[in-house]
């Protein structure tokens, strides 16, 4: 499950970052697209909602927390990485639970690879990567 899901990460990541890349290229900065709201940019749909974000590319479905801000700019929760591999042509052939997932995201949190978001002393199941670039270790 480790290794599945050290893969899982890297293709989430580098989802995400070719949407910034998108942005990027078209001269407009990610908080443009939070004042909108929504609509498309290059092959990516987006809906920013609160403290996230729903990307849609070619039915790959990708959400992911950015609010509370700290030093971790990339949160989600076990739900959001089962939606993406549910959704995702490479991983959708697998047969994971919700429970599966959360179970291993929190032995990645165990070997600190991952860490739990923590507000006001209390750890909740939001899952953080530190170094936006994930990289197995």
Not at 110 to 127: A, C, H, N, S
Request: aromatic residues 14%.
């Amino acid at each position: 499950m480790e290794n599945f899901l050290n893969e899982v990460l890297i293709d989430y990541v580098n989802f995400i970052e070719g949407y910034k890349d998108e942005i990027r290229s078209q001269n407009k900065t990610e908080i443009d697209l939070i004042q909108m709201k929504n609509g498309k940019i290059g092959p990516y749909d987006f809906f920013y909602h609160g403290a996230g974000c729903r990307l849609e590319r070619e039915g790959v479905i990708c959400e992911f927390d950015f609010l509370p801000e700290n030093d971790f700019p990339l949160k989600f929760s076990s739900w959001e990485i089962l939606e993406f591999i549910n959704t995702s042509n490479r991983q959708s052939d697998l047969n994971y639970s919700l429970e599966d997932i959360h179970t291993g995201l929190l032995d990645l949190v165990k070997k600190e690879k991952l860490v739990l978001l923590e507000l006001f002393g209390r750890k909740f199941p939001i899952f953080q990567i530190k170094d936006v670039k994930y990289e197995k270790h």
